[in-house]
C-alpha cells in the first residue's frame, strides 16, 4: 500500500467530521471516494494533506508514520492535492503557479540569482513547467496569463499541472471535474487515465459517480464520517447500504 | 530595473535640487531696505511646522521686532540686519538641514534657535563645528551650553533662562515662603521633564527639603487623578509638577480637589498662557525668565511696541528671541566685523548688564544666561510675582 | 485604596467610552478605523466653537457636537472607506486611508485652534459636584462612569433584538449574504458609522469637559489603548470592549501603586502581548482570528 | 559644480534622512511582500540606532562593525518575536507588532544606559551619503533578485494562499519568518545609518508614528516591486521640503496623497510603470499586496 490511514479521526466541537476512517491505496492505482455532501469527504482530504491535524488514527506513506506532518513536510514526502474551492494563486502567472508546485523539487536559487546571469536558455525547471501546462490541455501561450483571468474549469487545470509539478507520489483531486462542461470532464478523464498508464497513484473525490466508477480500480463512500463501504466500482453500485445512503439523502435534497 | 532604480533616485535628487535652488528666493522673511553696506544675515531656526510649532508666531515676531527697531535707528555701522526665518519642522533632521542652510548657503553671522532642546541636539553641533555663533532661544534642558554630549560647545550660547537657573530660585523661595519639609515629584518621561526632575531633586536637597517619592507619568496618560492619589498617600506639603503645561493644568485640577490648600511647584512648562485660564492656576509656583508685569521701563517699552506691531501681547518666547537678538546686536556693533565670527563670539562673551526685557542681561563663563528669576503664581488670569 | 478603585473605574470608563465606537466598526465591517481618534477630538473641538464662538451653552453643544462627528462618521466612510469596499481592499487599506483623513483634519484643527492645549472659556463648562460624606463626586465623571455602561447595554440591545441590529449582525456575518437578504446594506453601514463616530464624539466633548483641556492630538493616547482594550475583550465583542476598558483600568492603577513607576507602562502593552498570543479571541470574542 | 557641492553640503542630512527612510520602507516592504502586514521595523529602527551608538560610545567599536552588530541584534530580537507573532494574522499581526515596537519604547524610557527619555546625545556623526545610498543600491539589488527566485516566489504565494502554499511544500511560517527578520536587519542597518547621522537619538524617534510613516512610505510608493518603497520614500520625504511654502498644509497634502493613492492607485506610484498588468490584476481583484 502506498497510503494507509488507520482508525482516522477528527472532531470539530461536538461533530466527529472523520470517524476512524481506515482506507489504503495501491501503488499505482486509483481510489474513488465518494459520499453524500457532509460525509468528511474533504475533511479526511485534509487529513492526509496535512492541511488540519488528526485527532486520532495513523496516516502511513510507503509503509512510514506520517502522523502529525505538517502539510509542507507531506507535499515534500510526496502527497500532492488539488481544492474542492480552487485555491490557485490568483494574482500570479500560470507559470509561477506551476513553478511554485515545484518548490520542493528545486534547490533554493535565492543566493545564486545574486550574481547576474545572461538570461541564455529556459532553465530545466521553466521547460517542465510549461509542458505540464500543455499536458492539462492549457496551452503554454497562456503562460503569462494570470491565474485569477482563467475560466473556472481552467483554474482547476492549472491546479492539476501545479500539483503535478512536484513529480508526487499520490496525486489528491478533490472535486476536480466540478464546473466542467462534459468536453472538459472528457478530457479530464484521459488525463487522469494517461497519469495512472505512467504508474501515478490517485485519490479522487468526485460527485460525478459515473468519473469515479470509469476511472478508479476501487470506491470507498463515506457518510457521516464513516466508511460505510469499499469494494470494486461494480460491488459498491450493487451496495444496499450504498444506495440507502445516497437514496435517503438524495430524497431529502 | 536596475536602470529603473537609478533613474529614480536621480529623479528624486534632480527633484530636490530644483527645489534647493528655488526655496531661498521664495522663503526668507526680510525685514530690510537697501542699504549701502551688505546686509548682515542672522539665521533663526523656529518650530513653524510639527510638534511645537505653537511656539512659533511669537518666537519669530519677538526677533523681528528687534530687527526691526535696531534697523530704524541706523542697523549696526550703518549695516541693516536680515532676518532669515526657517522651519525647524520640530524635529532633528530638519533642524540641522536649516543650520547648514544658514551656514552654507545664507553665510549668516549667528544664528537664533532652534525651538526644542531635542532639535537642539541636532543643530548645535553642526554650528560648533563651522565655529558660527549660537544662541539658544527657546532652550532650557541640560547638556544645552557648558557642558555637552558632543564635546566642546563654546560656540553656544544661552539667552533662555535654564532650568538649572530658574528651578533652584524657585525652590528656594516656595521653601521659604510655605515652609515645606517634603514634597512628591509628578514627572513626565519626556527630556524636557527628566531634566527638570534632575534639577528639582538636587534644588530640593540644597534646601533641606525632603522629597518622599517620585512618580512618573507617560506622554500616554490621559487621567492624572491615580497619581495625585498616590501623592497624596505620602501627605507633602507641596507637589512637584514636572511636566508640560497639559499634563500640568490636569495636575493642577486633581490637586484642588484631592489636596485643597496644596500648592503645585513646576518648571518652567508651567509657564504657558494655557494655564492662565485653568481655573486652579492660582495654587501654582513657577520660575520665569520674563515678567509681563515686569515695570522695567525697557520691558514696558517692548510690552507696548509688540501690542503696537502685531496686535497680541507678547509673551516668554517673544521676549527671549527679542532678547537674543537684541544682545547680538550689542555684540556686532562691538565686534567691529559680522563676518568674523571669532570676534563675534568674543563680544558676546563680553555682553554685561545689557537692559533687556528680560532684566540686566550677561552670559556666564559657561555661556549661559545671568539674569533674574522672576518666581510667580497666578491671579486673575494673569501671571504675578509670587508672594 | 477606595480613592484608587474609583480613579481606576474612571479611567476604565474612559478606556471604554472611546473604545465603544472604535469596536462597533470593527464587529460589523472589520475595519481598524484609525480615524476614532481623530473623531473624538473632532467632538471637543465642535463642543468648543459651539461654546468658545458660537456663545452657545454646553447642553445645546454637547447634542451638536455629537451630531455632527455622527454626520462627520459618514462622510468619513463615503470618502475614505466606500471606494475601497467597491474595489474589496484588504484590511489593510482602509487602515490607511483613515490614516490619510486623520493627519488632514488633524491638521485642519491645528490651523484653525493651533496645535497646543486650549480650554473652554471660564465657566462656560458643567460643573455639577455631589457630595457623600466625605467624598465628593463630579457630575461629569459620573456621567462618563454610567454612560459607558448603559451605552454599552443599549448598543447590545439594538444589536440582538432590534432590526437594525440583525440587519448589522447579518453584515458582519457576510455582507453579500446579508444584501441577498433584503438588507439595505448602504443604509446599515452608514448607520454604523453614525452611531460609531456619534460615540466617539460624545467621548471627545465629556472627556474636554471632565479635564477642560482639550488639544489636536487628544485622541492619540487613546488610540493604542483602545487596541488593548478591543484585543483583550475579544475583537467584535462590545461588552468584550467594555470589560477590557475595566481590566485595562484596573491593570494601569494596580501597576501605579504596586509595581516600580519605570515598568507601569510596558502594562498595557505588555497585556495587549499576552492576551494576543495567548489567548487572541480575547475574553469575550466569538471571531477567530485565524479565519481560513 | 561648486553649486552642486554647495547643495549637497546644506541638503546631506535630507538627503541622508531620504535614503535611511528608503532603507525602512525596503524593510517594511519586504513582509507586506510575503503578506504580512507589520508595524515592528520602527522598533527594530531604534534597536540598530540605540546598540550602534551605544557600542560606538562605550567600547570604542569600530563603525562599519557597530553597524553590523545592531542590525544583527534587531534580527536576533526579531527572531523569537517573529516565531510568536505569526500564529496571527492580519489585523491581529499588526497590533500584536505595534504593540512589541511599543514595549521596546517603554524599556528604552526606562533603562539607564539607553539615557531613558533623555536619549543619546553627541553620536558622532561618521554616517557618510554614500554609506546610505550604497546601502539602498545594495538591498534594492539584492531583495529584487530574490524577488524572481524561489523564495520570492514562495513569499508571492503565501501572501495570495497560505494554505495552497503549504501544500506546496513551502515551509510558510519559515518563510514569513524569514521575510521578517530580514526585513529587521535591514531596518536594523538603517537605525545604525540614521544614528550617526543627526547626532542624537531618543525613544520617542522610534514609536507608533514612525512605524505608520514607514508603512506609508512603502504603501505609497507601491508594493509590485522594490522600486516602489524606494520612491515612496523619496517622495514624501523629499516633498515637504522641496514645498516649502506647503509646510504649514504638509499634513493636509501628505494625507490627500495618501489617500488619493490608496482609492485610486492601490499598488502604489509604481503602478505607472506598470499599467498594464495592474489593470488585469484589478480586473480579477487581485490587486493589493496585503
Known amino acids: 500500500m502506498l497510503l494507509e490511514t488507520v482508525g482516522l479521526t477528527k472532531r470539530f466541537g461536538g461533530v466527529t467530521a472523520v470517524d476512524r476512517v481506515d482506507l489504503g491505496i495501491a501503488q499505482g492505482r486509483a481510489l474513488g471516494l465518494i459520499g453524500p455532501n457532509g460525509a468528511g469527504k474533504t475533511t479526511l482530504v485534509n487529513l492526509i494533506s496535512g492541511v488540519v491535524p488528526a485527532d486520532g488514527g495513523t496516516i502511513r506513506l510507503s509503509g512510514s508514520d506520517v502522523t502529525g506532518r505538517p502539510a509542507h513536510r507531506l507535499a515534500a514526502l510526496g502527497i500532492a492535492r488539488t481544492f474542492q474551492g480552487v485555491r490557485v494563486f490568483r494574482g500570479l502567472t500560470v507559470e509561477d503557479n506551476v513553478l511554485i508546485g515545484r518548490h520542493t523539487r528545486t534547490r533554493s536559487d535565492a543566493l545564486a540569482r545574486l550574481i547576474p546571469r545572461p538570461r541564455s536558455a529556459i532553465d530545466a525547471d521553466r521547460a517542465r513547467a510549461l509542458s505540464l501546462i500543455d499536458r492539462v490541455g492549457l496551452g503554454r501561450r497562456r503562460a503569462e496569463v494570470l491565474a485569477g483571468e482563467l475560466p473556472y474549469g481552467d483554474q482547476r487545470r492549472l491546479e492539476i499541472a501545479r500539483a503535478l509539478a512536484s513529480e508526487p507520489l499520490l496525486l489528491i483531486l478533490d472535486e476536480p471535474a466540478a464546473g466542467m462542461n462534459p468536453t472538459e470532464s472528457a478530457g479530464l478523464r484521459a488525463l487522469i487515465g494517461s497519469l495512472l498508464v505512467e504508474g501515478l497513484t490517485i485519490l479522487l473525490i468526485e460527485h460525478d459517480v459515473r468519473l469515479v466508477m470509469d476511472t478508479c480500480q476501487r470506491v470507498a463512500v463515506l457518510n457521516f464520517g464513516r466508511k460505510i463501504a469499499d469494494d470494486v466500482p461494480a460491488g459498491i453500485q450493487r451496495d444496499p447500504v450504498v444506495r440507502e445512503a445516497y437514496l435517503g439523502t438524495e430524497a431529502v435534497a | ?387 | ?292 | 559644480m561648486d553649486a552642486v557641492s554647495d547643495f549637497l553640503r546644506t541638503y546631506s542630512t535630507t538627503i541622508a534622512v531620504i535614503g535611511v527612510s528608503a532603507l525602512l520602507a525596503l524593510s517594511v516592504w519586504l513582509t507586506l511582500y510575503a503578506g504580512q502586514l507589520t508595524l515592528g521595523n520602527a522598533a527594530f529602527m531604534g534597536v540598530g540606532a540605540y546598540v550602534s551608538a551605544l557600542l560606538g560610545r562605550h567600547l570604542d567599536t569600530p563603525f562599519p562593525v557597530a553597524l553590523l552588530i545592531g542590525s544583527v541584534a534587531a534580527a536576533a530580537l526579531a527572531l523569537p518575536l517573529g516565531s510568536i507573532v505569526f500564529r496571527l494574522r492580519g489585523v491581529y499581526l499588526a497590533i500584536a507588532t505595534l504593540a512589541f515596537g511599543e514595549i521596546v519604547r517603554v524599556v528604552l524610557l526606562a533603562t539607564p544606559i539607553t539615557g531613558r527619555g533623555q536619549g543619546l546625545n553627541g553620536i558622532p556623526p561618521k554616517t557618510e551619503l554614500w554609506h546610505i545610498y550604497l546601502s539602498v543600491l545594495v538591498v534594492a539589488y539584492v531583495l529584487w533578485r530574490v524577488q524572481g527566485s524561489t523564495i520570492g516566489r514562495a513569499w508571492a504565494a503565501i501572501r495570495e494562499d497560505e494554505i495552497a502554499s503549504a501544500s506546496q511544500g513551502i515551509a510558510v511560517g519559515r518563510h514569513k519568518l524569514a521575510a521578517f527578520v530580514i526585513g529587521a536587519l535591514i531596518a536594523g542597518w538603517a537605525g545604525g545609518l540614521s544614528a550617526h547621522v543627526t547626532f542624537s537619538i531618543d525613544p520617542s524617534d522610534f514609536g507608533f508614528t514612525k512605524a505608520v510613516q514607514v508603512l506609508v512610505f512603502a504603501v505609497v510608493g507601491g508594493t509590485p516591486n522594490v522600486l516602489g518603497p524606494i520612491l515612496g520614500a523619496g517622495l514624501l520625504t523629499a516633498l515637504p521640503e522641496l514645498l516649502r511654502p506647503l509646510k504649514d498644509y504638509r499634513d493636509i497634502f501628505q494625507g490627500a496623497i495618501l489617500l488619493l493613492v490608496i482609492i485610486y492607485l492601490p499598488r502604489g506610484l509604481v503602478t505607472f510603470v506598470d499599467v498594464r498588468r495592474t489593470r488585469r490584476l484589478s480586473r480579477i481583484g487581485a490587486l493589493d499586496v496585503a
Request: with cysteine; net charge neutral.
Open chain 2, 1 to 387: 530595473m536596475r536602470r529603473l532604480v537609478a533613474v529614480g533616485i536621480g529623479g528624486v535628487l534632480l527633484l530636490a535640487s530644483c527645489g534647493g535652488t528655488a526655496a531661498p528666493s521664495a522663503n526668507p522673511a526680510t525685514a530690510t531696505v537697501a542699504a549701502p553696506k551688505p546686509d548682515i544675515k542672522i539665521g533663526l531656526a523656529t518650530a513653524k511646522s510639527g510638534a511645537a510649532n505653537f511656539y512659533n508666531p511669537q518666537q519669530s515676531n519677538g526677533a523681528l521686532l528687534a530687527v526691526e527697531q535696531i534697523n530704524a535707528a541706523g542697523g549696526i555701522a550703518g549695516a541693516k540686519l536680515q532676518l532669515i526665518v526657517e522651519d525647524d519642522g520640530s524635529v532633528r533632521d530638519q533642524g540641522i538641514t536649516a543650520f547648514k542652510k544658514f551656514i552654507e548657503q545664507d553665510k549668516v553671522a549667528a544664528i537664533l534657535g532652534p525651538t526644542l532642546s531635542a532639535v537642539a541636539a541636532g543643530a548645535h553641533p553642526v554650528a560648533q563645528a563651522a565655529g558660527i555663533p549660537v544662541i539658544a532661544i527657546s532652550n532650557t534642558g541640560l547638556g544645552i551650553v557648558g557642558k555637552c554630549d558632543y564635546g566642546p560647545c563654546d560656540w553656544i550660547f544661552r539667552a533662555s533662562l535654564g532650568e538649572q537657573s530658574a528651578v533652584p530660585e524657585t525652590v528656594k523661595a516656595a521653601t521659604q515662603k510655605l515652609g515645606l519639609k517634603k514634597v512628591v515629584i509628578i514627572y513626565g518621561d519626556g527630556k524636557f521633564e527628566l531634566d527638570d526632575l534632575t534639577i528639582f531633586k538636587d534644588a530640593f536637597k540644597a534646601n533641606g527639603v525632603t522629597v518622599t517619592k517620585e512618580i512618573a507619568y507617560t506622554a500616554k496618560d490621559v487621567d492624572f487623578a491615580p497619581f495625585v492619589t498616590q501623592a497624596k498617600g505620602e501627605n507633602p506639603d507641596a507637589i512637584v509638577a514636572s511636566s508640560l503645561a497639559g499634563p500640568a493644568g490636569k495636575i493642577l485640577d486633581e490637586v484642588a480637589k484631592q489636596m485643597p490648600g496644596k500648592r503645585v511647584i513646576g518648571g518652567n512648562g508651567l509657564n504657558s498662557a494655557a494655564l492662565l485660564s485653568n481655573a486652579n492656576a492660582g495654587l501654582m509656583v513657577v520660575g520665569t525668565a520674563w515678567s509681563k508685569a515686569s515695570t522695567d521701563k525697557t520691558n514696558t517699552d517692548f510690552v507696548a511696541a509688540y501690542k503696537t506691531r502685531f496686535g497680541v501681547d507678547p509673551d516668554q518666547f517673544a521676549a527671549q528671541s527679542y532678547t537674543a537678538m537684541t544682545v547680538l546686536a550689542d555684540a556686532l556693533k562691538r565686534s567691529g566685523s559680522a563676518t568674523d565670527h571669532a570676534a563675534v563670539k568674543k563680544a558676546l562673551e563680553g555682553v554685561s548688564s545689557l537692559a533687556t526685557p528680560l532684566g540686566a542681561f550677561s552670559f556666564t563663563a559657561d555661556h549661559d544666561v545671568k539674569q533674574p528669576t522672576f518666581v510667580m503664581t497666578v491671579k486673575d488670569g494673569q501671571f504675578t510675582p509670587f508672594q
Open chain 3, 1 to 292: 485604596m477606595a480613592e484608587q478603585l474609583y480613579n481606576a473605574v474612571f479611567i476604565g470608563s474612559i478606556y471604554a467610552l472611546f473604545a465603544l465606537g472604535f469596536a462597533l466598526v470593527f464587529s460589523v465591517l472589520d475595519i481598524l478605523n484609525l480615524a476614532h481618534p481623530t473623531v473624538f477630538m473632532l467632538g471637543a473641538f465642535i463642543a468648543l466653537f459651539v461654546i468658545g464662538t458660537l456663545g452657545l451653552p454646553w447642553f445645546v453643544a454637547l447634542p451638536i457636537a455629537v451630531l455632527v462627528t455622527g454626520l462627520f462618521g459618514i462622510a468619513l466612510d463615503r470618502v475614505a472607506f466606500a471606494p475601497l469596499r467597491r474595489r474589496g481592499a484588504p484590511a489593510l487599506s482602509s487602515m490607511i486611508s483613515s490614516l490619510a483623513v486623520t493627519l488632514i483634519v488633524v491638521r485642519l484643527v491645528e490651523l484653525r485652534y493651533g496645535g497646543d492645549f486650549i480650554t473652554f472659556p471660564a465657566g462656560s463648562v458643567p460643573a455639577f459636584v455631589f457630595r457623600v460624606g466625605d467624598a465628593t463626586f463630579e457630575g461629569i465623571r459620573l456621567a462618563i462612569v454610567v454612560l459607558s455602561v448603559v451605552l454599552m447595554l443599549i448598543l447590545t440591545y439594538v444589536l440582538r433584538r432590534t432590526q437594525l441590529g440583525r440587519d448589522l449582525r447579518a453584515l458582519a456575518e457576510n455582507p453579500r449574504a446579508a444584501r441577498l437578504l433584503g438588507v439595505d446594506v448602504d443604509r446599515a453601514i452608514a448607520a454604523t458609522f453614525f452611531v460609531s463616530s456619534a460615540l466617539g464624539g460624545l467621548a471627545g466633548v465629556l472627556l474636554a469637559f471632565a479635564y477642560n483641556t482639550l488639544d489636536s492630538r487628544m485622541g492619540v493616547p487613546l488610540e493604542l489603548r483602545a487596541f488593548t482594550v478591543m484585543v483583550v475583550g475579544g475583537m467584535g465583542s462590545l461588552p468584550g470592549a467594555v470589560i477590557g476598558a475595566y481590566v485595562l483600568g484596573l491593570g494601569e492603577v494596580a501597576s501605579l501603586v504596586y509595581l516600580p513607576t519605570e515598568l507601569r507602562d510596558a502594562f498595557a502593552f505588555g497585556l495587549l502581548f499576552l492576551v494576543l498570543v495567548l489567548r487572541p479571541t480575547g475574553l469575550l470574542g466569538q471571531k477567530s482570528p485565524d479565519r481560513v
